[in-house]
């Protein structure tokens, strides 16, 4: 069955630093989202994307947050310059529709 | 604001049992989903319910979305030790997709 795969599972990065998580959607979806989870919290939406744009997005996707699809497969999040409050679980999700969106294993990602 | 209120929070029962979760909101939602996650890995997706008074099977599973689909509860038959974890719902913010998640139900089931 296919899955959403994002890479990598973990990421440490030192504060003020950029990072890049990677997702690779379930072919032929057309829905993608942006997703986290501060740990014992519940998971919070970031972003949605949909027809090469950004179709929603949360007070949490600042300008230090962007999304892309460089190659028309992979869809990524970048983050500028991270922070100590940025550490948490980051899952990308993809849809054929909007109704159902299928999560990927999340990429763990700690500030220092 | 869309809430969705999830019962019982923690709920531990024997190998065998059966048990009822439930997602509750005040809102009407387009369509409810429910995802089953374990610790440090992603929601996998049990089922989207879209019709009020629906009700959908999932092997020992049983989802019921209310008929004012405000309401939705997920029926464990004969529950099993890999049946642990934590259980959530979810739905569409209204007129976008942007999904809500409930506060969660963590289910441990002792062999």
């Known amino acids: 069955e296919p899955e959403v795969t994002q890479t990598p599972s973990h990421q440490v990065t030192q504060m003020g630093q950029e990072v890049i998580l990677r997702c690779v959607p379930i072919?032929?979806?057309?829905?993608f989202y942006w997703y986290r989870q501060i740990l014992g919290q519940k998971v919070e939406f970031l972003v949605s994307?949909?027809?090469?744009?950004?179709?929603?997005k949360s007070e949490i996707f600042d300008d230090q947050f962007s999304v892309e699809r460089p190659d028309g497969s992979n869809f990524t999040l970048k983050i500028r310059s991270t922070k100590l409050e940025d550490s948490a679980m980051y899952f990308c999700?993809?849809?054929?529709?909007?109704?159902?969106?299928?999560f990927g294993p999340g990429t763990r990602l700690t500030v220092l | 604001t869309q809430l969705l209120e999830q019962s019982p929070q923690f709920l531990s029962i024997q190998e065998g049992e059966n048990l009822t979760v439930y997602c509750n909101s005040s809102?009407?939602?387009?369509?409810l989903q429910w995802y089953r996650q374990e610790p440090g890995e992603g929601p996998v997706l049990l089922v989207t319910?879209?019709?009020?008074?629906e009700v959908k099977k999932l092997k020992r599973l049983t989802f019921q979305f209310g008929d004012a689909r405000k309401d939705s509860s997920l029926h464990i038959t004969a529950a099993q030790p890999g049946d642990t974890g934590l259980y959530l719902c979810?739905?569409?913010?209204?007129?976008?997709?942007?999904?809500?998640f409930g506060t969660g139900t963590r289910l441990q089931v002792f062999p």
């Open positions: 072919s032929n979806h057309l829905y």
């Open positions: 999700a993809t849809g054929p529709r909007a109704d159902t969106q299928y």
């Open positions: 994307f949909y027809n090469n744009e950004i179709s929603e």
């Open positions: 319910v879209v019709t009020g008074g």
């Open positions: 809102s009407v939602f387009s369509s």
């Open positions: 979810a739905g569409p913010k209204h007129n976008t997709d942007k999904l809500i």
